[in-house]
C-alpha cells in the first residue's frame, strides 16, 4: 500500500488517514475482545491471588492460599487428592497425545500419498466427526462402552473388566475420548507436512539401502517436524484443560484439572482455588505457544499452524 | 502408487480408523430409531423417540434459545470480525503482530478457561453495578468472542487471495467509498461472508462449555439441555435430538465448505 504524501510535520501532530483508517476497522473487534476476554482474563487471574470469603466470592487480601490448597493443603491438614488430578491430567494429556501421533502418522502418510482427488474428501473425512457437538460425541462412547454393550462384552471375555462392568467409566474411556476428539487436529498439520516432503530424499535414502524404519527416521521426519510439533501444541494443550470428556466418561475417579476448576465455580465456590487452576492451564498455553515458536524458527517454518 | 504390503496395510489402517471415528456417532443415529430403550442391542425400527420430542416444552425452549445465539451471534461476529479482516489486510504492511495475536487469544485459550474468566466477569460485574447478568445477551456476547476471529481469518484470506490492482482500479475510477463497498467489496467477498456466517454458526451450535458457564437459569441451549439429560440419567430421546444435532451442523458444515470454496475460486 502506498502511503498517502503528508508532509512529516503534520503526520507527527494528528493521526495520518490511513492510521485512522486502520483504527476505525479493527477498532470494534480490538475492543470487544479486550472488553470480553482479556479483561476477564486478567481478572481472573487476580482472583487466583485473592482470599476465598465465606461464600465463596474472593476477596482481599491478596494470598497465596489457593496455591497451597491445590497442592493439597486445606484445613484438615495434607491430602494429595488436587496433586492426583493435577498429575492425572497431565498424564492423560501424555499419553493421549502419544497415542494420537501414533495414529496421525500413518492416517497422514496414507492421505499424502492417495489419488490428488481424493486427498480433500479424505481430509474431510477425518475432520468432520469433530464438528459436532463434544457432549454429543462423548454420549456415542457412552452409547458403546456402557455395560452389556458388544465392546463391553468382549472385554469381559479377556477378563479385563469384572462381570455386569462397562468400560465406561473408566481412565481408559477418558484416553480414548480424548483420542477421539483430537485426532484431527493432528493429522490435519501432518498431513501439511507430508504434502510438502521432498519425495527425492526418501528415494534418495532407498537407494543407499537405508532399512524403511531408517528412511523415514532420517528422511521423513525431520520434514515432518513442524507439523509434529504444530500437532503436539493443538492437541495437548485442549487435551490438558479437557472438562467434557472427563466428566461424562470418566467418573468421580478419573478427575481432570478441568472438572477440579469448574467445581469450584459451581458446587465447590472457591473462585480463588478455581482460578489458581485455571491459572496453570493458561500458563500451560502461553508455554506450549511459546515452545511451538521457538523450537519451530530454530525447524524454520514452524510458524505456519493449521487449524 | 505401487501396491505393496506396506500401502495395502495403510489401506486397513486408514478404513479402520475411519470406523473408529464414525461408530460413535452412527450408534447414536441408529439407536435414535430403536423400538427398545436400551443402549446394548436393537429390537426394531421406530420413531417414537422422535414423537415424544415434539411434546418436550423444555427441549423445545432449548431448540429456541440455540437458535436465537447462534443466529444473533453469528450476525454480530459476521459485522465485527469482516471489518478486521478488512483493516488487516489493507494494513498488513504494518507490524500488526500484535493484533494477530489478540485474535488467536480467543482460539488458543482452553475453552474452559475462556468460560471461566468470562463467568466471573460476568456475575462480579452484575453484583458490583447490576449489568451483564448471566443470561442470553452474556451467552452472546460470549459466542461473538470466540467467532469473530474465524471470521476475520475468512475474510483475511479471502483479500490475500485478490488481485491487489482492483483496490486501485475502483480508486482510480472515482468510486467513492461507499460505492467501492457497495460495488466492488461486498460482492467479491459475498461467498466469503456466507461462509464465515456458517461457519461461526456451526460453531455457536458446537460449542458447550463456554455457553454452560455463561448462561443463565433460563437459557439451556441444546447442548447444555443434552448434558443435564445425561447427567440425570441416559433417556433414549437423547439419541433422537443428538442426530437432529448431528444433522444440522453437517448441513451448515457444507454449506460453509461450498461458499468458501467458490470464494476462493472466484
Do not use: C
Amino acid at each position: 500500500m502506498a502511503q498517502p504524501p503528508y508532509p512529516p510535520a503534520r503526520q507527527r501532530r494528528t493521526l495520518s488517514p490511513d492510521t485512522r483508517h486502520l483504527l476505525w476497522s479493527v477498532a470494534p473487534g480490538v475492543v470487544w475482545i479486550v472488553i470480553f476476554l482479556v479483561l476477564p482474563s486478567l481478572y481472573l487471574i487476580g482472583v487466583a491471588f485473592m482470599t476465598n470469603g465465606p461464600y465463596g466470592q474472593p476477596q482481599m487480601p491478596l494470598s497465596l492460599e489457593s496455591f497451597r490448597q491445590l497442592a493439597g493443603f486445606g484445613f484438615l491438614g495434607w491430602s494429595p487428592g488436587n496433586l492426583y488430578t493435577l498429575l492425572r491430567s497431565l498424564w492423560q494429556t501424555v499419553i493421549a497425545t502419544g497415542l494420537v501421533i501414533l495414529i496421525a502418522y500413518p492416517l497422514a502418510y496414507h492421505i499424502s500419498i492417495s489419488p490428488r482427488q481424493w486427498r480433500a474428501i479424505m481430509l474431510l473425512a477425518v475432520v468432520v466427526p469433530s464438528w459436532t457437538n463434544q457432549v454429543i460425541r462423548a454420549f456415542g462412547w457412552m452409547n458403546l462402552l456402557s455395560p452389556g454393550t458388544p465392546l463391553s462384552q468382549v472385554a469381559q471375555f479377556f477378563g479385563l473388566i469384572g462381570p455386569n462392568m462397562g468400560l465406561y467409566p473408566s481412565n481408559f474411556a477418558v484416553t480414548l475420548g480424548l483420542i477421539y476428539n483430537f485426532l484431527p487436529f493432528m493429522v490435519l498439520p501432518l498431513y501439511a507436512a507430508f504434502e510438502k516432503l521432498d519425495a527425492g530424499l526418501i528415494e534418495a535414502a532407498r537407494d543407499l539401502y537405508a532399512s524403511p524404519v531408517r528412511a523415514f527416521w532420517h528422511a521423513v521426519f525431520p520434514q515432518t517436524l513442524s507439523g509434529l510439533l504444530a500437532g503436539t501444541v493443538l492437541v495437548s494443550i485442549p487435551a490438558f484443560g479437557m472438562y467434557v470428556v472427563p466428566e461424562l466418561l470418566g467418573g468421580g475417579r478419573a478427575m481432570m484439572l478441568g472438572s477440579l476448576v469448574a467445581g469450584q465455580f459451581s458446587g465447590g465456590s472457591n473462585w480463588p482455588l478455581g482460578a489458581a487452576g485455571a491459572l496453570i492451564m493458561l500458563l500451560a498455553t502461553l508455554g506450549g505457544l511459546y515452545a511451538m515458536r521457538k523450537v519451530g524458527r530454530r525447524l524454520g517454518g514452524g510458524e505456519e499452524v493449521v487449524i | 502408487m505401487k501396491r505393496t504390503p506396506f500401502t495395502r496395510g495403510l489401506s486397513v489402517f486408514w478404513w479402520l480408523m475411519i470406523a473408529f471415528l464414525y461408530l460413535p456417532l452412527g450408534v447414536i443415529v441408529l439407536y435414535s430409531f430403536n423400538s427398545a430403550n436400551s443402549a446394548a442391542f436393537f429390537a426394531g425400527f421406530s420413531l417414537r423417540w422422535y414423537e415424544r420430542l415434539l411434546g418436550n416444552d423444555q427441549l423445545l425452549t432449548a431448540l429456541g434459545n440455540t437458535l436465537a445465539l447462534g443466529v444473533a451471534s453469528s450476525v454480530i461476529a459476521l459485522v465485527i470480525g469482516t471489518l478486521i479482516g478488512y483493516g488487516m489486510y489493507r494494513h498488513r504492511g504494518r507490524k500488526l503482530g500484535w493484533l494477530v495475536a489478540l485474535i488467536y487469544l480467543p482460539i488458543v485459550m482452553p475453552d474452559i478457561v475462556f468460560g471461566i474468566s468470562e463467568m466471573a466477569f460476568f456475575i462480579t460485574m452484575d453484583r458490583e453495578f447490576g449489568i451483564l447478568g448471566p443470561s442470553l445477551a452474556t451467552m452472546i456476547i460470549a459466542h461473538v468472542t470466540f467467532q469473530i476471529p474465524f471470521v476475520a481469518l475468512i475474510v483475511y484470506s479471502r483479500f490475500v487471495g485478490l488481485d491487489p490492482t482492483l483496490f486501485e482500479a475502483a480508486k482510480d475510477l472515482y468510486a467513492s467509498p461507499a460505492q467501492r463497498a457497495r460495488h466492488f467489496l461486498l460482492p467479491t467477498l459475498k461467498p466469503s461472508l456466507i461462509a464465515a456466517f456458517f461457519l461461526a454458526f456451526t460453531l455457536s451450535i458446537d460449542d458447550f462449555v463456554i455457553s454452560f458457564f455463561t448462561a443463565g437459569p433460563e437459557n439451556a441451549t441444546l447442548p447444555i439441555y443434552i448434558w443435564g439429560a445425561i447427567r440425570r440419567g441416559v433417556s433414549p430421546e437423547i439419541n433422537a435430538i443428538a442426530t437432529l444435532m448431528i444433522l444440522t451442523v453437517a448441513i451448515a458444515a457444507v454449506i460453509s465448505l461450498l461458499f468458501n470454496k467458490e470464494g476462493r475460486r472466484s
